[in-house]
């Protein structure tokens, strides 16, 4: 584990926690709380390259990423007999592709802020073409690219907008992640969600859709629907009113909690109960 990473010891179902793009395993700390309370062990994953500086991003690509949260499940699977993986923006993308690779793993998956494209009612308009990014990249193009975050930073509530803002141009960024999204990243993010979309109806574990109506980076249309209307297995939604992009900390933070424990405990209990009446068939 790295220092930035956290591990909350509970009972023996485990829930792995992967942040988005740019960002730390603090945006999903509060879940890990609400989660652990709850009971289960939990484990807040730091992506490759992120909780440094824009070079280090700039050095790893999606599959670095997706391998280290292979490795981070890999970990949690051992100390666990029930595993759930819940991601955030980017990190629902690879949570959903862990789902898909590696079903026998993986007992459900929380998407929350599914985000395959920037198209959220705040984005700029050039981010419309950010699938070109991955065209600059492979000419060498735009290495030191930017985009700068803007307001409202994908947070609703006011107050903690002001906070999680100085926190970013404080400089470090494993506190609150960085300031902006290097263009040769962003060109990763749109080739992993181009992997994850084919892969979509592998995904057969049971699935919990989080998302904001307003979410201000990513809409619900063209994201959270298009994993409910694409995966194999059971889906339950959570669609917000009342925050934008960062679901887990922004205002209905503790409705996100709620839902994520009562839709572990359903899916642990549909296993336990299938496991009973096996045990039963195989002794009569």
């Not at 999606?62 to 955030?88: E, N, P």
């Not at 000419?139 to 947070?155: N, V």
């Not at 400089?171 to 993010?189: F, I, M, Q, R």
């Amino acid at each position: 584990m790295t220092e930035h990473e956290f591990l909350f010891e509970g009972g023996n179902t485990g829930v792995l926690l992967i942040h988005g793009l740019t960002g730390t395993p603090n945006e999903m700390r509060l879940l890990g709380k609400g989660l652990h309370r709850a009971g289960y062990t939990v484990y807040g994953m730091q992506l490759a390259g992120h909780c440094g500086s824009a070079d280090d991003l700039i050095a790893t690509t999606w599959q670095d990423w997706y391998d280290s949260v292979q490795k981070a499940a890999d970990f949690l699977s051992t100390r666990v007999d029930h595993m759930f993986v819940m991601g955030l923006s980017m990190g629902a993308l690879l949570s959903l592709r862990l789902a898909a690779e590696q079903p026998e793993k993986v007992s459900g998956v929380a998407a929350l802020a599914t985000m395959f494209r920037h198209d959220g009612w705040s984005m700029p308009l050039y981010t419309r073409f950010c699938f070109l990014l991955r065209i600059f990249k492979t000419l060498r193009i735009g290495r030191k690219g930017y985009f700068t975050e803007q307001a409202p930073y994908g947070i609703k509530d006011a107050a903690l907008r002001r906070h999680i803002v100085e926190q970013m141009q404080a400089g470090d960024s494993s506190v609150a992640g960085l300031p902006g999204n290097p263009w040769w990243s962003v060109a990763e993010l749109y080739s992993l969600a181009a992997d994850v979309r084919r892969r979509l109806p592998a995904v057969t574990s049971p699935c919990l859709l989080v998302h904001a109506t307003e979410d201000d980076v990513a809409s619900l249309e063209k994201n959270a629907l298009l994993v409910q209307n694409s995966v194999s297995g059971p889906v339950q939604t959570l669609w917000l009113q009342d925050s934008y992009h960062m679901v887990t900390i922004d205002r209905e933070r503790r409705l996100v909690i709620q839902r994520a424990c009562e839709f572990i405990a359903q899916t642990v209990g549909i296993h336990t109960t299938h496991d009973d009446q096996t045990a039963g068939l195989a002794t009569t």
